[in-house]
């Protein structure tokens, strides 16, 4: 994917982690057998934790050895003459279909790095923890945004609970973000892991990527984590929505304010969303029944991908940015998603939201995490198929993950089936892999006919 991704960029230069130069030393091979120019490599070799220098390193630049080596003042920094110039490149994360290269221009990445100051609740000097892959929309657009706070940036060579919960407690962590696995990750964490918050105050964490199930949020809240709930898509810069927290639901219970909280909320700084009828283009009513998709227009959507016209055209037909998401939107104007348009399971002519499946799994106390998909049936088209990992020493059966879930859960939208793995197939950013287990799940052939 590195090589693709070099090539489709153009990339001329390329900063490269001595911890991962084989990566990038395939992805130039790749290139060069392709007939294409490699970027040039700077190496950072200042790895803590890997002091071994490799031993083609004569061969690229050293980042530190440049920058000392470049003090010139005709390095001049070289302003943008137009505000709509691109200032960044960043690729979704190719959970649906190959990645496309979405341009930023400095206007929108500017006002989406206050705007994300603002959301994050991120007063100055904040201490950030790098759970999201600062690849991903820039890291949300805080890559800029924690500077602009004059912040620390505390960074991980490999996000794991141990390694979360020993960063939080030894820099004093303000904020860190991450997709719902890293939540996941934070309350699967065993109790030698865990440690106490600094200071005994609450960390906040903004989430999104995925849909996080209510089941987490509620166990993040009773760790101590403070969670802001954010929606977004590399084309409108990371975040753009937040479900904006009201006082009047601290009173709530528990499960109800996880609930609440797992809605997607109302516009961010910066654009517009509605949830309309794509063919109409009409807004849905805000009655949390009528389905429409989920679209942006405003500052912060990006002016298009790069080399990909019709892409674009598609992408933005009707002025409006479709994001291929279906959503109801609530009484007091909350944006709830129900699923993508691709992942909605069509069981006897009615529509079942895997997100909500999710839901229900992820509320078993055995259960690390879950994914959802439709798995072929000749008599109902396709019925949900449930692919669960368990927490460290977790033991449950199919029969009981399933009985567990019928109650909070309509009849039809009931698992018909349970395969347990050891681990859900991801992308970088963190999110399940559906298309592989929807092969999966398809291999398995109709669940009717094998019942028979
Ligand atoms: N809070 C959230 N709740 C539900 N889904 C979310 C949330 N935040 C982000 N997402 C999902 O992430 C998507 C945007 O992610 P990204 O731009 O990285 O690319 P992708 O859609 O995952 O991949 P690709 O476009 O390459 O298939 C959204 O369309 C949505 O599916």
Redesign the pocket.
């Known amino acids: 994917m590195a090589s693709v991704l070099l090539q489709h960029s153009e990339a001329k230069v390329v900063f490269v982690d001595a911890a991962l130069l084989d990566t990038a030393r395939e992805a130039l091979r790749l290139m060069s057998e392709a007939g294409a120019r490699p970027p040039t490599v700077v190496l950072i070799e200042e790895v803590l934790d890997e002091p071994a220098v490799p031993a083609d390193h004569h061969q690229y630049h050293e980042y530190e050895a440049l920058l000392s080596s470049s003090a010139s003042p005709d390095l001049a920094i070289r302003w943008p003459a137009d505000e709509n110039e691109p200032i960044a490149l960043n690729y979704?994360?190719?959970?649906?279909?190959r990645?496309?290269g979405v341009v930023y221009s400095h206007r929108g990445a500017y006002l989406n790095s206050l705007a994300s100051v603002l959301l994050n609740d991120m007063t100055a000097l904040p201490v950030y923890l790098w759970t999201v892959p600062m690849f991903?929309c820039n890291g949300w657009c805080l890559v800029w945004g924690v500077a602009a706070q004059g912040g620390t940036n505390v960074c991980l060579r490999k996000v794991t609970s141990a390694a979360i919960f020993d960063s939080v407690a030894r820099h004093g962590v303000t904020h860190m973000g991450g997709a719902p696995t890293v939540l996941s990750m934070i309350v699967n964490a065993t109790a030698e892991e865990r440690r106490p918050l600094p200071g005994g105050r609450p960390v906040t964490v903004m989430t999104?990527?995925?849909?996080?199930p209510p089941a987490v949020l509620f166990r993040m809240e009773e760790l101590g984590f403070l969670v802001i709930?954010?929606?977004?898509?590399?084309?409108t810069y990371g975040p753009a929505t937040v479900c904006t927290w009201k006082p009047e639901w601290d009173a709530l219970p528990a499960a109800e304010r996880a609930a609440i909280k797992s809605r997607?909320g109302l516009h961010h700084l910066g654009l517009e969303v509605d949830v309309k009828d794509p063919a109409t283009m009409r807004g849905v009513p805000a009655d949390g029944r009528t389905m429409g998709e989920v679209m942006f227009r405003g500052n912060t959507v990006m002016r298009g991908y790069l080399k990909d016209a019709a892409a674009t055209a598609e992408a933005m037909a009707g002025g409006w940015l479709r994001?291929?998401?279906l959503a109801v939107r609530h009484g007091d104007g909350y944006v709830k998603?129900l699923d993508?348009s691709k992942d909605i399971i069509i069981s006897g002519g009615e529509n079942i939201s895997t997100i909500e499946v999710e839901a229900a799994l992820f509320a078993h106390p055995a259960v690390a995490e879950a994914a959802v998909v439709g798995r072929p049936d000749e008599y109902w088209g396709e019925t949900p198929c449930a692919f669960v990992t368990l927490k460290d020493g977790g033991s449950v059966g199919a029969e009981e993950v399933m009985a567990f879930c019928r109650s909070p859960l309509p009849r039809y939208m009931a698992v018909r089936t349970v395969v347990f793995v050891d681990e859900l197939p991801k992308?970088a950013?963190g999110?399940v892999q559906k298309f592989t287990l929807r092969e999966k799940a398809k291999a398995m052939g109709s669940i009717s006919r094998s019942k028979l």
């Open positions: 979704t994360s190719g959970t649906t279909s990645p496309k991903h999104g990527g995925a849909p996080p709930h954010s929606y977004g898509l590399t084309e997607q994001s291929g998401y998603i993508r992308t950013t999110k």
